[in-house]
T-cell receptor, first 115, second 110 residues
Framework: KAGVTQTPRYLIKTRGQQVTLSCSPI?????VSWYQQTPGQGLQFLFE???????NKGNFPGRFSGRQFSNSRSEMNVSTLELGDSALYLC??????????????FGAGTRLSVL | AQSVTQPDIHITVSEGASLELRCNYS??????LFWYVQSPGQGLQLLLK??????LVQGIKGFEAEFKRSQSSFNLRKPSVHWSDAAEYFC????????FGTGTRLTIIP
């Protein structure tokens, strides 16, 4: 069974631009969560989508948004990029919503660099 | 609010030596606890998890962790490390979402 696939693996953008990251979950998984990883803040939860609905949201500004499609694939969008948005963005999929008794499987991430 | 503390930023051990990585958590109810490992340029791989029951849990790659409610700890252990264990280790707690510690970087010396 294929794992969680994130595309692209690397991105370079300039301040003010917007970016869209993609995540294809493991087949049969209906929940997708997004995390931001930076050296200063560590791993932080962005949001979770389950059955095309946002279930949970972390403490990030509205510039960070996402969506999920009927095939469970998810996209994350960041508008008006700032230098501080440079990070590794990780996607995790699971069979159902939440982490209780429900293992999250992570992709390799998308490395975003904002210049 | 839930939180995780990993007090050791970096640990160096000799190959073949035993390992213990510390994790303390704060959580309002019965915690769901996890240990993940991240190799350079890679995503996170689940080593083990604790939901309930036996407080000593076994994971992959020979790792185990012990849940101690009285100490709010969930320390990760391995009796004999291998050079391939060099990576960053993250403890996490959560129910609806994961809250991660800041990670412990493990270096193995020959």
């Amino acid at each position: 069974k294929a794992g969680v696939t994130q595309t692209p693996r690397y991105l370079i953008k300039t301040r003010g631009q917007q970016v869209t990251l993609s995540c294809s979950p493991i087949s049969g998984h209906r929940s997708v969560s997004w995390y931001q990883q930076t050296p200063g803040q560590g791993l932080q939860f962005l949001f979770e989508y389950f059955s095309e609905t946002q279930r949970n949201k972390g403490n990030f500004p509205g510039r960070f948004s996402g969506r999920q499609f009927s095939n469970s694939r998810s996209e994350m969008n960041v508008s008006t990029l700032e230098l501080g948005d440079s990070a590794l963005y990780l996607c995790a999929s699971s069979q159902t919503s939440g982490v209780a008794k429900n293992i999250q499987y992570f992709g390799a991430g998308t490395r975003l660099s904002v210049l | 609010a839930q939180s995780v503390t990993q007090p050791d930023i970096h640990i160096t051990v000799s190959e073949g030596a035993s390992l213990e990585l510390r994790c303390n958590y704060s959580y309002g109810a019965t915690p769901y606890l996890f240990w993940y490992v991240q190799s350079p340029g890679q995503g996170l791989q689940l080593l083990l998890k604790y939901f309930s029951g036996d407080t000593l849990v076994q994971g992959i790659k020979g790792f185990e962790a012990e849940f101690k409610r009285s100490q709010s700890s969930f320390n990760l252990r391995k009796p004999s490390v291998h050079w391939s264990d060099a990576a960053e280790y993250f403890c996490a707690v959560g129910y609806e979402k994961l809250t991660f510690g800041t990670g412990t970087r493990l270096t193995i010396i020959p």
